[in-house]
């Protein structure tokens, strides 16, 4: 069983950045793909940026390409989102996600088998 808690969060002026960090724990981080999501308020959970288990390939929804980095860090059972240019759209609960299996679509959510329980970035205009 993985454990992961997110963490980096908070309130950023428009243009601000901010770095989240999901730590993970209770399993070889190093075997699961992770990926961050973000719920809008009245919004349905979305995918935001994926990372293979090795950090080789990355995914990034089309909102965020350009702004946001996915990275991990094996060694510190660790992954990453940083993020840039942030807009008030940006403003939802981040949530990071594990995933066991390979060869699998990392932009959707049901292939992930381990949550966070959210991280809040709210971006102001």
């Known amino acids: 069983q993985v454990q992961l808690v997110e963490s980096g969060g908070g309130l950023v002026q428009a243009g601000g950045s901010l770095r989240l960090s999901c730590a993970a724990s209770?399993?070889?981080?190093?075997?699961?793909?992770m990926g961050w999501f973000r719920q809008a308020p009245g919004k349905e959970r979305e995918f935001t940026a994926a990372?293979?288990?090795?950090?080789?390939?990355?995914y990034y929804a089309d909102s965020v390409k350009g702004r946001f980095t996915i990275s991990r860090d094996n060694a510190k059972n660790t992954v990453y989102l940083q993020m840039h240019s942030l807009k008030p759209e940006d403003t939802a609960v981040y949530y990071c996600?594990?995933?066991?299996?390979?060869?699998?679509?990392?932009?959707?959510?049901?292939?992930?088998?381990?949550w966070g329980q959210g991280t809040q970035v709210t971006v102001s205009s």
């Open positions: 990372v293979t288990w090795g950090g080789v390939s990355t």
């Open positions: 209770g399993g070889t981080f190093s075997r699961y793909h």
């Open positions: 996600a594990a995933a066991r299996r390979s060869g699998i679509n990392l932009l959707r959510q049901s292939n992930y088998d381990y």
